[in-house]
């Protein structure tokens, strides 16, 4: 059930307790001040004003469904926060020109209390009222996480409970637009698939849709916050490391590490290793085209461009692991897994310059193994340090020996 009715702005002026212009599913204030005096300018010529649709929450408390960024302009105008532009025209005789709503003379002012806007008021449910809300949206120049802040479900809930994580008090980046929330959507979605995908729009999209009854005790749920103490314990304070691509990125590494390596009470060795990666790469870019690492140089443009694909995800998370095994000490896979894995691999190979540390054969990258220079059998951990290069005679006379 909808009414229409009319207010004059002066009475919209005085119902500001009444109407709630941020309930959850609405952006924040987003309306440069041309656009604030635009809209005024326009209530001075006496155009036609979009009506502006509420939903009654209880008798005489109102949501705002569409139409906040005129209501706040109209309401900061009355407050004296912007004035008019340099430009304006005169109305009726009377100079308004850089004028606030103060400073007008009172013909003026009577014109702007006294113009009538029309209203929509909805009397619906909370999830017809979202339902509404993105249909009035389309055409706007509304984000993606502004529009899926919107879709009603568990997903959307527990998506704002990720982006009020207290780690993102620590990121060195703002909460702009719902920006949070899309970078705890995209770190959702990881979680979920539990691997790298696509973290593009359309994919979080689908995400909330697909899991409108998602069950925020479930295994993932619990795993994404566990990531994400583990991410606060790292960078207990603001970190101008933590940029949006940076953020993603550590959440995937941590979700790696966890279930595959003993990474407990390392949280200060990981994010000094880290510091010192973005140091790094920072002086890196300050070398002339020539001398600069090419490694570092991909890492950039797959930052730079292209941040949410897999291929982006999958270059900066394959040089972040490697690089984060080669400078941090004993960081050992867990008991129950016996062989190294592929970039521990890697920098086991690249350490010893594929040299047999035996008989000192050059080994080309298929084939080699990875032997435990202390064994596993007698406790020898699957970590860098523990590791070498064998060719295949070697490794078949060592044996289990030490």
Not at 341 to 366: F, L, M
Request: charged share 30%.
């Amino acid at each position: 059930m909808l009414n229409k009715t009319t207010w004059p702005l002066l009475s919209l002026n005085k119902r500001r307790k009444q109407i709630n212009t941020n309930p959850d599913y609405q952006r924040p204030s987003v309306w440069t001040k041309n656009q604030k005096q635009l809209l005024i300018d326009s209530i001075l010529h006496d155009y036609d004003i979009p009506k502006i649709y509420l939903h009654e929450v209880e008798k005489g408390k109102y949501d705002v469904v569409d139409g906040q960024q005129r209501i706040r302009a109209i309401w900061s105008f009355y407050d004296n926060e912007y004035a008019l532009s340099k430009d304006a025209d005169d109305i009726n005789g009377f100079k308004v020109a850089n004028k606030k709503y103060f400073e007008l003379e009172p013909e003026i002012s009577d014109i702007i209390d006294t113009y009538n806007l029309d209203f929509v008021i909805l009397d619906k449910n909370d999830d017809e009222i979202r339902e509404m809300f993105l249909r009035l949206q389309n055409g706007t120049s509304l984000k993606a996480q502004e529009k899926r802040n919107a879709i009603p479900g568990k997903m959307r809930d527990f998506v704002k409970k990720v982006a009020s994580h207290k780690f993102f008090d620590n990121v060195n980046f703002k909460d702009s637009r719902f920006t949070y929330d899309l970078i705890a959507a995209q770190m959702c979605l990881l979680a979920l698939n539990g691997t790298i995908v696509n973290i593009k729009d359309k994919d979080l999209n689908e995400m909330y849709w697909n899991n409108t009854e998602f069950d925020e005790n479930c295994f993932h749920a619990k795993n994404i916050i566990k990531i994400l103490d583990y991410l606060y314990k790292m960078f207990p304070t603001k970190a101008p490391e933590l940029q949006r691509y940076s953020v993603i990125s550590l959440f995937l590494l941590i979700m790696d590490l966890n279930p595959n390596y003993d990474i407990r009470n390392r949280e200060n060795d990981i994010a000094n290793w880290f510091i010192n990666f973005e140091s790094n790469r920072a002086k890196d870019k300050m070398k002339e085209a020539e001398e600069q690492d090419p490694v570092l140089v991909l890492y950039q443009r797959w930052i730079s461009n292209s941040s949410d694909t897999y291929e982006s995800l999958s270059y900066r998370h394959k040089v972040l692991k490697e690089d984060l095994l080669a400078h941090v000490n004993n960081l050992s896979l867990k008991d129950s897994q016996r062989s190294f894995d592929e970039a521990q691999r890697q920098v086991i190979y690249r350490r010893d310059k594929g040299i047999c540390q035996e008989c000192g054969k050059k080994c080309e990258w298929n084939d080699w193994e990875a032997d435990h220079k202390i064994p596993w059998s007698k406790g020898g951990k699957t970590e860098i340090e523990n590791g070498q290069v064998l060719c295949p005679i070697c490794n078949s006379k060592k044996s289990d020996s030490i």
